[in-house]
């Protein structure tokens, strides 16, 4: 595998537990390819369960059905559909109406240095899950297709709302999405030329997220996604060997912890998983600065970690 995951989540203070998250290994059946996601509810939990069981399948039919668009947009448009969808089952039955979620969603992807994928090659592999849930490819029966040995790693990263994903680059923090709050000047104004308000840093005085998938609730004339948007910011980054992982985790972590600070108490840490829960622990134990949230963190390591200076 060209990756390791580490995956923990925590109700922590909230009365009930609205985040989900998803990963699927070798994805569109190209050996080493992921995706990794983390979907964070509010109102409740419905549409952050539903993006858990059913994003990565819009992801991979728009992948499917439009090859010939580049990922950035495939990526787009999955949020698109996902959050039409959401429409028509919020307007089938009103449980729905209140229920969104931020997402933050990121595609490993192999690439040949044109960006295609069409020089690689069909390899038999059975592939073996282990008890984190990814998995180890061995031979025996199966098909996939096998990236070239030049292809470049690809990460292609999309969110909508407040969700974040930060990459550790030899050390130094990237983030490789956009926060979406009402507070935010350049949200505010978008939300202000559509008509709507910005109240005690929420929209229409309820959500402080500026972007989300769901939200389909109508207050009489008012329609909430007329403001609340689905469209995500979408960063692309050719991976290299300074890249060590990346941390793919909902606001309850990144309320309480820098960017910089959170790859600093894990860059050490060579095992995925320890280092997902590190980061959980971090956020629902500080002494300081104690998260009052849902805390979901993934952790994906592309390299194993440097050794401590002594």
């Excluded at 947009?73 to 959401?86: N, V, W």
């Excluded at 960006?115 to 073996?128: A, D, L, N, P």
Aim: one cysteine or more; aromatic letters at 8%; proline letters at 3%.
């Amino acid at each position: 595998m060209s990756y390791r995951i580490g995956i923990y989540a925590a109700q922590g203070l909230r009365n009930t537990m609205e985040d989900t998250h998803a990963f699927v290994v070798d994805f569109d059946s190209i050996h080493g390819q992921g995706y990794f996601a983390v979907f964070d509810g509010h109102g409740n939990k419905r549409v952050s369960e539903w993006c858990g069981a059913n994003f990565h399948k819009i992801l991979l039919d728009t992948m499917q059905n439009s090859p010939s668009l580049p990922p950035n947009d495939i990526m787009k448009d999955a949020f698109r559909k996902a959050d039409e969808k959401l429409e028509e089952i919020s307007e089938n039955d009103s449980a729905w109406c209140d229920s969104g979620s931020t997402a933050v969603v990121a595609f490993l992807r192999y690439e040949d240095e044109n960006g295609s994928q069409k020089s690689f090659e069909t390899s038999t592999v059975k592939r073996i899950p282990d008890s984190l849930g990814s998995s180890i490819s061995v031979p025996g029966t199966g098909v996939l297709k096998e990236p070239t040995p030049k292809a470049r790693r690809v990460l292609y990263c999309a969110n909508a709302g407040d969700a974040r994903a930060v990459l550790c680059r030899n050390g130094t923090a990237t983030r490789l999405t956009q926060d979406h709050k009402a507070t935010d000047e350049t949200e505010k104004a978008r939300i202000r030329g559509a008509g709507g308000i910005v109240l005690r840093g929420r929209v229409m005085g309820a959500l402080a997220v500026s972007r989300s998938l769901g939200d389909h609730i109508r207050y009489e004339k008012i329609k909430m996604k007329d403001y609340v948007i689905g469209e995500p910011y979408v960063s692309r980054t050719v991976l290299n060997e300074e890249d060590e992982f990346c941390i793919i985790a909902c606001d309850g972590l990144w309320d309480v912890i820098t960017d910089q600070q959170a790859i600093e108490l894990i860059r050490y840490q060579d095992d995925a998983q320890k280092a997902s829960e590190a980061l959980v622990n971090f956020a629902l134990q500080n002494e300081y600065l104690l998260s009052r949230d849902n805390v979901t963190v993934m952790v994906v390591r592309f390299a194993a970690a440097p050794k401590a200076a002594a």
